[in-house]
Each structure stands twice: as structure tokens, then as C-alpha cells.
């Protein structure tokens, strides 16, 4: 795109400069100059032309490539995963806490009585399950029913613990997406005319953005790959996640007759999917629509109006 910017320029130059000598010299003088001056003008002016129309090909080309590279770039960490969990976040992260914390404790107690074995979190936790999961419906009159609660729980943290490392594991994959294509699109936007505008809708919109979330990514998967290696501490990457989805997915509810519908939005890649069309837009001038994002994912609860609670 730049060679054929300068090339434009160029020619455009020597046609403006050789238009000057001509006439400075003047028609009447019998001067070899003058004729040598309307050549060049000749060739100027003609190499200008077509040097003018190829660089609109490549003005095109060069922003369908950038476009291109961005919507790909996209696709990739539009794949990260959102954190789906049955109980309240704040409570499992802290019974997390709590159980990493319980076995640093008796790893590394120096005294019998300073194991401490705490349980505040996990009974907070199993009396949000008693009060929002029938637990006891589920066992009949010669069941221990501490027993079960406590095999639940331990089933629950398992398949917590499951869910997170899926969510980092897709977070770690989105930190390796390849930006040299981006890069290179992005340079690549060089143009004689509204370059600054186009550069910077593109950069402040859509490139600039997508670099950040990737490079977020790579200082968040730190933590992930040590826990990987069995080095991480598990709690610490959990609230990384949790906060990582917070600000990447973004949850709604609307009611229908009687339903409570709960959708999951991916907010800043729908923004950045809504600059990228009307960059599109652009470059084929064409009227702009907002896209109209879509859910991810989504829930269906029953609510009982007799009981006015979920």
C-alpha cells in the first residue's frame, strides 16, 4: 500500500513540476527544454493516472485485509469460556480458600494444636445448598444424611474445580492467538487521503483493544500455567477467572410469561464486532446497521408467582 501511495505522490509531483517548467519556458521559446518538459508532463500525468487507480485497488485490498485479520482475531478469543456454576461465586471461591488454606495448615503447622481445620465457607456453602436444593427429599429415613451432604459437597468442589481449569485452560489459548497478521494489516493502512481518520477508527476501535485483551490474557494465564506445572496457587486463580468473566461476559434477564430468561452476552467482543461492521461499512460504502448481538448462552427458571420467589 505504501509503494503505491508514494508512487501516486510521485508522479503526481513530477506531472505538477513539468506543467511549471512548460510554462515558465513558454510555447513561443524554441527550446529544447520546453519539449522535454511536455514529454515528461505527457508521462507524468499518465503514469499518475494509472499509479491513482491502482492505488484505490490497493486502499480497498489493504482495508479488507486489516478487516479480515481483526474478524479473526476475534473469532479466537470470542472462544474463551464462561464460568457456569450452580452456587453463588463469592461462596465457592471462599471455601476454596478455605480448603487451600486447611491443607497449608497441616502441611505446615509446627505444633498438633495449630492445625486448625476451619470450616466456616463449606458450611456456609452446604446451607445455601440446604435452603435452595431439597437435599433431604432426596434420602429416605436410614440414610446419613451428613454423610450424603458431605459426598455432595465434595462432588460439588470437584466439579467447580473442573469448570474453572476448563475456563483457564481456554483463556491460556486465547493468550497464544497470533497477532503478526493484525500487525502488518494495520501498518499496511497508509493512505493519501483521510489517513488519520481511518487509522484511528481502526486503531482505537478494533486494533488497539484486541492487542490489549490479548496481552491481558498472557499476564493472566502466568498464574494459570503454574497451577498447571502444580505450582499455582488454585483460589488465586479461581477470583482471576471470576473476574476475568465479569468484565468479558455480561449477564441479562428478561421475564415471559412467568420464565425468567437469563442470557449471556460476550459485551466487549459484541462492541468490537459492532466497530468492525461499520468498518466494513466503510470500506464498500455502505449505509451502517448495528449488529444485533446474540447470547452466548442462557438459562430458563421457573418462577412461582404464588410463592413470589424463584
Not at 222 to 244: E, H, M, Q, T
Not at 254 to 266: F, I, M, S
Request: proline share 2%; hydrophobic share 40%; aromatic share 12%.
Amino acid at each position: 500500500m505504501k509503494a503505491k501511495k508514494w508512487l501516486t505522490i510521485i508522479t503526481l509531483i513530477i506531472s505538477l513540476i513539468s506543467l511549471l517548467i512548460a510554462l515558465l519556458i513558454g510555447k513561443n521559446s524554441n527550446c529544447i527544454y520546453y519539449d522535454v518538459s511536455k514529454a515528461l508532463l505527457g508521462s507524468a500525468v499518465l503514469g499518475f493516472i494509472m499509479s491513482l487507480t491502482e492505488y484505490y485497488v490497493e486502499r480497498q485490498k489493504a482495508m479488507e485485509e486489516f478487516w479480515i485479520q481483526a474478524t479473526q482475531v476475534l473469532k479466537e478469543l470470542r472462544k474463551i469460556k464462561h464460568i457456569d456454576l450452580d452456587a453463588p461465586l463469592n461462596l465457592i471461591i471462599e471455601a476454596l480458600g478455605e480448603e487451600r488454606s486447611n491443607e497449608l495448615n497441616q502441611m505446615f503447622a509446627m505444633l498438633p494444636e495449630n492445625k486448625i481445620i476451619h470450616h466456616e465457607a463449606k458450611t456456609k456453602l452446604i446451607s445455601w445448598y440446604e435452603e435452595n436444593i431439597p437435599l433431604p427429599r432426596l434420602f429416605d429415613e436410614y440414610t446419613d444424611i451428613d454423610n450424603k451432604i458431605e459426598e455432595f459437597y465434595k462432588a460439588q468442589m470437584d466439579s467447580y474445580k473442573q469448570s474453572f481449569m476448563h475456563c483457564m485452560e481456554s483463556y491460556q489459548i486465547a493468550s497464544t492467538v497470533a497477532l503478526g497478521s493484525l500487525n502488518n494489516a494495520y501498518d499496511n493502512l497508509d493512505f493519501i487521503f483521510a489517513n488519520k481518520c481511518i487509522r484511528d477508527a481502526a486503531n482505537n476501535s478494533i486494533y488497539d483493544k484486541l492487542k490489549k485483551i490479548v496481552s491481558q490474557y498472557k499476564e493472566e494465564s502466568k498464574d494459570f500455567y503454574l497451577l498447571k506445572n502444580r505450582k499455582g496457587n488454585f483460589p488465586v486463580c479461581a477470583i482471576k477467572v471470576s473476574n476475568l468473566d465479569k468484565e468479558y461476559f455480561l449477564s441479562k434477564e428478561e421475564t415471559v410469561h412467568g420464565y425468567t430468561n437469563t442470557l449471556v452476552y460476550q459485551n466487549i467482543f459484541d462492541n468490537i464486532g459492532a466497530s468492525l461492521e461499520k468498518f466494513r461499512c466503510r470500506i464498500y460504502r455502505t449505509k451502517y446497521e448495528a449488529p444485533k448481538a446474540e447470547p452466548i448462552s442462557g438459562k430458563i427458571i421457573y418462577f412461582d408467582k404464588n410463592k413470589g420467589e424463584y
